[in-house]
């Protein structure tokens, strides 16, 4: 039995699938390497949680996850995330914290907005349901299993719930924040005859792709660096990530190198570019907050909104013209 203490409530620990979990819809774990952070065993009519967030690490993370009820996704919700530590069969409540609701900044009437490199927005025809992401920070305080409990109340409705375990490994993978930033040597438009094969964007935009990464740390500038690849991916959230990052642009481009990577080479078959090699990322998209001496900042995994970037990026800057 897994079961909680919390207001003299017992529950049993979810069998093998570990919780209602759906990983991979609103997320790509592209490269399949390892095991993501979660399993699924979704059922319509239930509460489900949509993970974008497939790598949690000892230590604070980052949790942004969607929620799915009767196959709509639901938005400002009120939610909450209760943390458990699971040993053998019993799970011990060792922290909650509330799940904050972000509006995605380039959805307008649930359409898609697309901004050009000229500045000017294009509003797509289709529509999507993915207005934003619930986010919150969760430390886990050890390596292994733990368990997550995500409770949810939609408007004045009642309160429903889903579990899920997740398998937390001592360190990331990926670049942390506070390690050093890889001096990648990315393909920059100069080095290309059509920008379109190293941005799938359409269209492409060459102020994503003036800088090396390795050259803009050897000149001391902060960086904002965006993996995604708009063109291939298979999720509904790859693309709008970009153009999430677009919208710094304006104001901080005079301070500020931005750089999208893509996932991918061009050619067939398809392979990994040699910067995300060299970022060891396992899943996509994710954004980078360098610093002007080529540390890592900030780091953002799968949908991500304009507030949660900018936050990040005015503690690097410190206080200066917006």
Known sequence: MWSSE?????????PVVSGLVTLGLLAVCFAQRDQGAAQLAPTATELQVLLTTSELVVGSNRLAFGLLKDQKLLADAKAVVRVYAIHDDDARLTAETPARYHKLEVIEQGNHVHIHPDGSRHVHG????VQG?????????????WGLEILAQPGDGTVESARLSVNVPPVSLTPMAGTPAPRSRNLVASDVSDLRT????????PRLHQTRIADAIAQGKPQVI???TPRYCTSRVCGPVVDVVRTLIPSYADRVVFIHQEIWQAGSPLTFSPTVEEWNLRSEPWIFIVDGQGTVRARFEGLTTRRELETALRQVLGPGPR
């Open 6 to 14: 919390r207001d003299g409530r017992a529950y049993q620990r979810p």
């Open 126 to 129: 289709a529509a999507t349901d």
């Open 133 to 145: 992401i619930y986010v919150a920070q969760v430390t886990f305080a050890r390596p292994g299993t």
């Open 198 to 205: 190293i941005d799938s964007s359409e269209p492409p935009d």
């Open 226 to 228: 965006v993996f995604a």
